[in-house]
């Protein structure tokens, strides 16, 4: 079992910064690649930020320059910094991690997802 849990997120104004974790515990083998995503009411999910074990990072062109992905391998955690945020960026953030778990088996598991509202 695999127990995930997001915390950060809440209320900012027009050009403010929120940060983000997620934190993954039980029977974890590995953390391999991780995600940010995104989503609003009628929209898709958008993957907007991802970071491998080795911590390379890649961000979709709309948070690109305002938003920092980290990791802390060691608590398996996920961190998402996020500057100057507008408007548009309010949205359900969700994460996912690619857990190897002890008996072996590789699959992504997915946070609760966390609100961030962002108006003045």
């Known amino acids: 079992q695999v127990q995930i849990v997001e915390s950060g997120g809440g209320l900012v104004q027009p050009g403010g910064s929120l940060s983000l974790s997620c934190a993954a515990s039980?029977?974890?083998?590995?953390?391999?690649?991780m995600h940010w995503h995104r989503q609003t009411p009628g929209s898709q999910r958008e993957n907007i930020a991802t970071?491998?074990?080795?911590?390379?990072?890649a961000y979709s062109d709309s948070v690109k320059g305002r938003f920092t992905i980290s990791r802390d391998n060691a608590k398996n955690t996920l961190f998402l910094q996020m500057n100057s945020l507008k408007p548009e960026d309010a949205a359900v953030y969700y994460c996912?991690?690619?857990?190897?778990?002890?008996?072996?088996?590789?699959?992504?598991?997915w946070g609760q997802g966390i609100q961030v509202t962002v108006s003045s």
């Open positions: 996912e991690l690619v857990v190897r778990t002890t008996d072996g088996t590789v699959r992504g598991y």
């Open positions: 039980g029977s974890i083998s590995s953390v391999y690649t």
């Open positions: 970071i491998t074990r080795d911590e390379t990072s």
